[in-house]
């Protein structure tokens, strides 16, 4: 699982440099759909890693949450750019709950100090 949540996360890292390209040219709708494709595969591995019950640790799910809120947090940051003031708002607060259920902690989070900079900006 371990290899897996790295390749998600390289694969990031390159989604996130072509969707600063899209932001960039104020194309958000074509960013909002890289993010999407990753959280969609996301989501199927996730499932299929809690279906093989392949968590490295019980606790802490199958691993793929703190990816997870790290593409819903540049999913809010897409729509707060785009001024979709709502949609940013969900991300960043599903954010904040899965980054919380997973370290049990949300002192110090960028998601957290994300949401609440866009709740004090609305």
Known sequence: TS???HCF???LSEVHI?????LSRGQYVEALDLYQHVLLMLKA????ASSQN???NNNQGTGYETVTAMVLHHLGMI???AENYVDARKMFQTAV???TTVT???KGSSYQAAAEAQDTAH
Request: charged content about 25%; proline content about 0%; cysteine-free.
């Open 3 to 5: 290899a897996l949540i």
């Open 9 to 11: 996360e390289s694969k």
């Open 18 to 22: 072509l969707a600063i390209q899209h």
């Open 45 to 48: 591995e996730d499932r299929f």
């Open 54 to 56: 392949l968590s490295e």
């Open 79 to 81: 729509h707060l750019y």
């Open 97 to 99: 709950k899965i980054y």
């Open 104 to 106: 049990g902690n949300s």
